[in-house]
């Protein structure tokens, strides 16, 4: 049986609380869901359901919408790739946030509640980040977090965030191969040398073989990176092809 949706382990008594009354629907709560976001991103733990309450919040009572607390929501939503968690919450955001940023301002002389340039940035580049993780380019999402100031500000407040994103590409890699090349594996985790050899073998457990351009990286077999051969078998009985062999001697009429 799959967890359910709604469930997270660390979640605090008094969100549960919330989340199971109409309080969730009460905009004085939004102060309560926003401090619930900066625990999560300081305790490295995770709380889609809560967020997604806090943005529907957002959504009723848009002057209370906090830039930090939803850039923040979209960057705990990239650590738990590939779940559709990131497109859950882009999908609550005010449609001008999603305009790009010229438009975006020119919605905003419009709409005196409407989010400003930079915010409206932060979310295309984080939307950048999430289509690039999507594509499982992970050496272009590197790249770009590493080439652009503006993600150093926005991923600050989230402890860890560049170790949980590992942890993420090294599950997708795990469910999809046997065995990769190292050079490969330390572009698309943006560990080299030492860091990424105990990255390899504490974290992931993997084994590494061979040096230099040869190196290669051992996935041990799971579930998931299993080759299993698959049986077609097709059920059809005689009399199939016997009104097949009619049809073929019929005359048009």
């Known amino acids: 049986m799959g967890v359910p949706f709604d469930y997270a382990p660390d979640r605090p008594e008094n969100i549960q609380q919330i989340l199971n009354s109409l309080e969730r629907y009460n905009p004085e709560t939004t102060t309560i869901f926003q401090e619930y976001v900066m625990q999560q991103c300081e305790n490295q733990t995770y709380d889609c359901y809560a967020n997604l309450a806090l943005l529907k919040l957002y959504q009723f009572n848009p002057h209370l919408l906090k830039d930090e607390a939803v850039t923040n929501i979209l960057l705990k939503s990239l650590t738990v790739f590939p779940s559709p968690d990131f497109s859950l919450c882009l999908a609550l955001l005010p449609p001008h946030i999603l305009l790009p940023p010229s438009k975006a301002s020119a919605a905003a002389s419009n709409n005196p509640v409407a989010g400003e340039a930079p ?95 040869d190196a290669k990286v051992r996935v041990p077999l799971n579930k998931e990176n299993e080759a299993k051969g698959v049986v077609v078998r097709e059920n059809v009985k005689f009399e199939q092809f016997g009104r097949l062999v009619r049809r073929a001697y019929e005359q048009p009429a």
């Open 119 to 213: 915010f409206n940035e932060a979310v295309q580049k984080l939307t950048v980040l999430h289509r690039l993780l999507a594509g499982a380019q992970y050496s272009e999402f590197w790249s770009t977090l590493d080439g652009d100031d503006l993600y150093a500000d926005l991923v600050a407040d989230v402890a860890g965030f560049e170790e949980l994103m590992r942890v993420r590409i090294a599950v997708a890699v795990s469910q999809s191969v046997r065995q990769i090349s190292r050079s490969v594996l330390e572009s698309w985790l943006n560990l080299r040398a030492a860091p990424f050899d105990k990255f390899v073998k504490e974290v992931c457990g993997w084994g590494i073989e061979g040096e230099g351009k």
